[in-house]
């Protein structure tokens, strides 16, 4: 069975490099976060509707690498554990989104995260410099911490094991490893 970790914080915390650098060191896939491609094509004058139709996406996309991790028949990791997906976002991001920018959330966001099981997630915190790019919104460090609480409150109040990642380069990608290997060690609970 495939070990989903999810991976998520404010903008501009590195979730979308960690994601790529974990998938790279566990010779697996990871899972990109499907806003960024949708507002590419879309343009980022969204709507609240908007936000269900990436939320949709999003659980798409994850469904369907998911699919491919388990179709290649990938090999135990060397200490026994379980081949991990990562995963570039997840509903608890929508419902950070929604409830920040429109003050409200989709029951769609809100029934799946009760629905969506994960082994893990790990949080970006807010230690790296904010970097520009047509996407972002928040460049300000007051904003990003107040996204940044927002998020840890979602996970101090849950039941999945989660982990800051905070850092820069390899102390960031090794808090992130030592995390990881804690729980895909252990035998799959779901």
Not at 16 to 23: F, G, I, K, R
Not at 71 to 91: A, R, V
Not at 121 to 142: F, G, I, M, S
Request: proline share 5%.
């Amino acid at each position: 069975m495939i070990r989903k970790i999810v991976i998520i914080g404010p903008e501009s915390t590195g979730k979308s490099t960690l994601c790529e650098q974990l998938a790279q060191h566990y010779e697996t896939r990871w899972c990109p976060e499907y806003a960024r491609a949708w507002l590419l094509q879309n343009g980022t004058n969204y709507t609240y509707e908007d936000l269900l139709t990436i939320a949709e996406g999003q659980l798409n996309l994850e469904d369907e690498y998911c699919d491919k991790l388990e179709n290649e028949s990938l090999p135990l990791l060397e200490n026994g554990g379980n081949i991990p997906l990562f995963i570039d976002t997840d509903m608890y991001v929508m419902k950070v989104w929604c409830e920040f920018v429109f003050g409200k959330c989709h029951r769609f966001v809100l029934d799946n995260i009760l629905k969506r099981k994960y082994d893990l997630y790990l949080l970006c915190n807010v230690d790296l410099p904010w970097t520009k790019d047509e996407l972002r919104e928040y460049p300000d460090l007051d904003t990003r911490k107040t996204l940044f609480r927002m998020y840890k409150d979602l996970l101090v109040n849950q039941s999945t094991p989660w982990a800051l990642v905070s850092g820069s380069g390899e102390e960031r990608l090794q808090c992130a490893i030592k995390a990881i290997d804690n729980i895909i060690s252990h035998p799959t609970p779901h």
